[in-house]
């Protein structure tokens, strides 16, 4: 199924918005971006297995000489729900303490530089997409 191009351009300006946000410390529009419920889950191996929408927040806050560039975004209807796969090349640059997640040169060993693939779900909140789940599928080489 396909969606609504005015709703696909919509979820398309909310992951730009979300990505801008590493570059210019613009982490606070997470609260406007993600759904009260979100979940982001991955392997054990990228650091963190599961964190809520306040841990993506604090995790965001973290972010230093940052820069994430998308390099594709397909978007699927699946009933009342979008499926997004997207693919991005990491710039991010992880500092400070990290707290309950790994630490952060973990995190950077496994993540910096690198082309991450995520799957994620979207739902209308009111007028707005918000993402409620966000999957990191893997993390290749650059």
Known sequence: MSLPDSD??????????????????????LNDILADDFLY?????????TMTK??????????????????EQTI????????SLTVTKSLEKITGEVGDFASSDAMNASMNGKVLVYAS?????????????????DALPA
């Open 121 to 137: 779900g979207w739902r209308k909140d009111g007028a707005t997409w918000k993402c409620f789940d966000m999957h990191l599928v």
């Open 8 to 29: 696909t351009q919509a979820i398309i300006q909310q992951t730009d918005l979300w990505l801008q946000g590493a570059v210019d410390g613009g982490y606070q529009r």
């Open 76 to 83: 699927t209807k699946v009933g009342d729900i979008a499926i």
């Open 41 to 49: 889950s991955s392997h054990a191996k990228y650091g963190v297995s």
């Open 54 to 71: 306040p841990e993506m927040i604090k995790l965001a806050s973290m972010l230093k000489d940052a820069g994430t560039e998308k390099l």
